[in-house]
T-cell receptor, first 115, second 111 residues
C-alpha cells in the first residue's frame, strides 16, 4: 500500500452519465495529481493541485472537472464522456510540486470504461 | 520523440538473469526517477537519482545517469518472476514542476 487510495476501482458508465472518482492520501502531502493512462501511451498529466490550489490544467476537456476540497482529498467529476476517455485514471500525491526530490506516490487507479 | 523514452519497449528474460532498461530524455533535469507498475495497478516509486549523481544502488537495483548523453539505465540483477512488470522513467525538468513519464519497458521474467 502506498498510502493513496482510489474509489471506485472499476467504473462503467454511459456517455450521458455523471460520475465522480475519489482519491484520498494519508501521507500528509500537499500536492495531488490526476493522470490518464491509455494503452500504449505515456502517462498523461491532467491536473495538479498544490495546497488545494489548481496549478496545472494540461488542456483537459471540460467534461473532466477536478475538485480538491483539502490537501488529502481529490475528486474527478465526469460528465458526458466519450468512448475514447476509457482508460486507467491514476491519482498521485507528493510532498509539494516544487521540491527537488519530488517523488510521487500513486493510488491503484480507477479503470474507467465509457460505453 | 518524447521526453523520457525507454528502450527496449519489451524485454523477456529467464529468472536469475540481469535485466537492463534504458531511458533517454531531451531537456535539463533536476532528477530522474524510475517507477514500476504491475498490470492494471498504480505506479510504485523505485529509485531517484539527482542530476549531480552518476550511480545509485537500492537492493538489486542499480541506476546510472549520464547527463552529457541525457540517458539513464536501470539494471535489475538476479531477476525473479515477481519482477515482471512495466518500468517507467520519469524526469523532473529544471524549468518546471511536473514529472514527465516515458512509455515504459514491459519486462517479463520467465520462471
Amino acid at each position: 500500500e502506498t498510502g493513496v487510495t482510489q474509489t471506485p476501482r472499476h467504473l462503467v458508465m454511459g456517455m450521458t452519465n455523471k460520475k465522480s472518482l475519489k482519491c484520498e492520501q494519508h501521507l500528509g502531502h500537499n500536492a495531488m495529481y490526476w493522470y490518464k493512462q491509455s494503452a500504449k501511451k505515456p502517462l498523461e498529466l491532467m491536473f495538479v493541485y498544490n495546497f488545494k490550489e489548481q496549478t496545472e490544467n494540461n488542456s483537459v476537456p471540460s467534461r473532466f472537472s477536478p475538485e480538491c476540497p483539502n490537501s488529502s482529498h481529490l475528486f474527478l467529476h465526469l460528465h458526458t464522456l466519450q468512448p475514447e476517455d476509457s482508460a486507467l485514471y491514476l491519482c498521485a500525491s507528493s510532498q509539494a510540486t516544487s521540491g527537488y526530490t519530488d517523488t510521487q506516490y500513486f493510488g491503484p487507479g480507477t479503470r474507467l470504461t465509457v460505453l | 520523440s518524447q521526453q523520457g523514452e525507454e528502450d527496449p519497449q519489451a524485454l523477456s528474460i529467464q529468472e536469475g538473469e540481469n535485466a537492463t532498461m534504458n531511458c533517454s530524455y531531451k531537456t535539463s533535469i533536476n532528477n530522474l526517477q524510475w517507477y514500476r507498475q504491475n498490470s492494471g495497478r498504480g505506479l510504485v516509486h523505485l529509485i531517484l537519482i539527482r542530476s549531480n549523481e552518476r550511480e545509485k544502488h537500492s537492493g538489486r537495483l542499480r541506476v546510472t545517469l549520464d547527463t552529457s548523453k541525457k540517458s539513464s539505465s536501470l539494471l535489475i540483477t538476479a531477476s525473479r518472476a515477481a519482477d515482471t512488470a512495466s518500468y517507467f522513467c520519469a524526469t523532473k525538468e529544471t524549468s518546471g514542476s511536473r514529472l514527465t513519464f516515458g512509455e515504459g519497458t514491459q519486462l517479463t521474467v520467465n520462471p
